[in-house]
């Protein structure tokens, strides 16, 4: 594996270790235990990794994977009536997520430069995952604040 490759695996598992050590020390506010935390960003680097994708590409698939974390997990945190099911909406919205991550790394594969690749990289998982999310938060399920009707 070229030193690129490596830095962008160290860098994405970096960004994805400390969702999973603050559920340890405030507690899971998804209610949806430790391994998911651990297995999606295990899953994307995986499959990011075995495709060969382009270096930054894996930092910022990482990023986002963070970030909608993050939002899910602030929600529950500040609300003062948390969601039990919120988790369910975001294991819901994982597939079209997955189908982002396929496509972003196809698209990435044909840029030349690293931002475009990190771009690819962040807007592919982000992308399929908001619009899944967008999808089952406002059909299938109620996902609280991350729902139309609650901005309505």
């Known amino acids: 594996m070229e030193l ?20 340890l020390v405030t507690g899971d506010p998804l209610y949806i235990g430790l391994w998911y935390y651990l297995a999606i960003p295990a899953f994307i680097i995986g499959t990011g990794a075995l495709m060969k994708a382009p270096p930054p590409y894996l930092t910022g698939a990482s990023l986002t994977i963070a970030a909608a974390f993050l939002v899910y997990m602030m929600v529950n945190y500040t609300a003062t009536r948390p969601e039990g099911l919120l ?31 990190l771009a690819c990289g962040a807007l592919g998982w982000g992308l399929g995952f908001f619009l899944n999310n967008l999808f089952v938060c406002n059909t299938v399920m109620y996902c609280g604040p991350l729902s139309l009707r609650a901005l309505l």
């Open 4 to 23: 690129a490759r490596k830095r962008d695996l160290l860098q994405a598992a970096a960004m994805a270790l400390p969702l999973p050590i603050t559920v």
């Open 87 to 117: 988790g369910l909406g975001h294991l819901l919205s994982v597939p079209g997520g997955i189908l982002g991550h396929v496509l972003g790394v196809a698209v990435s594969k044909r840029q030349a430069n690293a931002l475009p690749v």
